[in-house]
């Protein structure tokens, strides 16, 4: 018998016994006289001495530190997890809030996608060891025909605008505290149904970290953001504590979380119903090999809460590199098991691919790609082998530009379930920060089945035929204005004959989003 009520109390609460205890030993170690500090500096810093080399964060304040002062950096969310070279080798520190799969090591500078989803840096000054940071953005979408019929009125368009600061405290090189709230208003101009929006205040980030104390790990708790390099696993800000430990090339990470432990929206008493009641139990084992690959395994249980009916536990391998200088790959591949109510779970599914950059103006490239996941081919009997993503993953990238797309698709946009996705790319780079991407995907069922899971779809195939049908979409991102970030999408998605006669027309999505960044 499973003992539910008292699995997150232990959780957290071991949690917090070890952070009060090692915030004990952090302050008895500054009692006893200062601290050597190894915390990176800007560029041209000095540190106190002995002097530590350590790598450059290509991210850090222009302004260098004062010479005579020891520098306490300020936390940087988004700082890529690619350093430049250090002078001398320097074990890595883990970053919990870069992505789950370690990118690998280079000599170059990163071009680093955008990404709608990052929280903000927080580097400016406002108070001993207080640092702020945030970002303003617009963004507005519309979409069209989603129920593939000829209603000129289906169509939702809304607009959100976004206020998104961000606060970290660093007492000392052992210690750190992040926030990040999100106050947004979104405005429906165009609307098919009723759904009235209001203003939310949102806690989006919330995380106290203890750092240094033992060399190469890191504790993280609170809320805080779980992503990998392709959200192909993750991509959302979770309930969670979470331990990582590095050793040169080699990383762990060990995490329990849930979504919305804590209420996230603060002016809304009423607590909204996600859905996703279960805690994940997560571990990644991650290793750099080369100059620009990494492979890593991976194994998350997750255990229902609310109906105790749903366990599935994946086990996966995901690794991505260069083959040859200019040409990139990626692999994701997975087996899921467990229950699922009475029936067991079987499932597998695999996601690879190749980007071909070429030499010359504008940086062209070409990329295929192909993802599988199996579905059930005989519902009746007490075997569901069908695969299932996490109910977490984002499913975005990108192949040479400078933004991140819905690799799956825009419009149609499915979880790895019961289908097959031939994927085709073509993109430009008429800037360092500037690319163009037209991305056409070919959708195949794997059984034919009146479902495609999470499309955004209102229709539903009839289930008599596995051809889907097919989308191609268009990626527009421009970073060349210094804090200023754009990105334009434009989808569409032509069904197949999985769906019926009445059914054929094609779905339409637009968006375009400005962000502009202070700090």
Known sequence: MRCKAGIQQIIL??????????????????????????????????????????????????????????????????????????????????????????????????????????????????????????????????????????????????????????????????????????????????????????????????????????????????????????????????????????????????SASRLDLFQRDLLNRERKDTGETFINYYSYLDYKFGQKNHVGLFALYQDEQLLDQKHPIFFGLQSEGRILKHLKYWVQTAIVRGTDNTKHIRGEAIDVGLTQVFDGAMEPSITVGYAYGTGDGNPNDNVDTSFRQSGFQGNSDKFNGAARFKYYGEVLDPRLSNIMIFTGGVGIRPGEKTSYDLVYHYYLQDHAVPKISGSDLTTDPAGLSKHVGSGLDFIAGYQEIAALQTKFVLGYFLPGRAFADTSRDGAFVASILFRYNFY
Do not use: C, H
Request: glycine share 4%; net charge negative; no cysteine.
């Open 13 to 254: 609460s071991a949690a917090f016994v070890l952070l009060l205890a090692n915030v004990t030993q952090a302050a008895a170690k500054l009692k006893d006289g200062p601290a050597r500090l190894s915390t990176p500096s800007s560029a041209g810093a000095t540190l106190t001495k002995p002097p530590v080399a350590e790598p450059l964060d290509p991210n850090a304040p222009s302004k260098p530190t004062k010479l005579d002062v020891p520098a306490l950096e300020p936390f940087d969310p988004n700082a890529p997890l690619i350093p430049t070279v250090p002078t001398t080798p320097v074990k890595e520190p883990f970053d919990p809030n870069a992505p789950l799969i370690p990118a690998a090591p280079t000599t170059t500078p990163v071009k680093e996608p955008f990404d709608p989803n990052a929280p903000p840096r927080a580097t400016i000054p406002i108070g001993p060891n207080l640092t702020f940071g945030g970002f303003v953005e617009l963004q507005a979408d519309t979409k069209r025909r989603y129920g593939l019929g000829a209603r000129s009125d289906d169509a939702t368009s809304i607009f959100i605008p976004k206020f998104s600061p961000a606060f970290s405290y660093d007492p000392n090189q052992y210690l750190q505290i992040y926030a990040n709230p999100t106050i947004e208003t979104p405005v429906a101009f165009e609307e098919t149904v009723d759904n009235t929006q209001t203003p939310a205040v949102k806690l989006n980030l919330a995380f106290l970290t203890l750092k240094n104390i033992v060399d190469g790990a890191r504790l993280q708790v609170g809320r805080q953001r779980f992503i990998d390099n392709r959200r192909w696993l993750f991509n959302e800000n979770m309930d969670a504590a979470r331990l990582a430990y590095q050793y040169e090339n080699v990383s762990l990470e060990l």
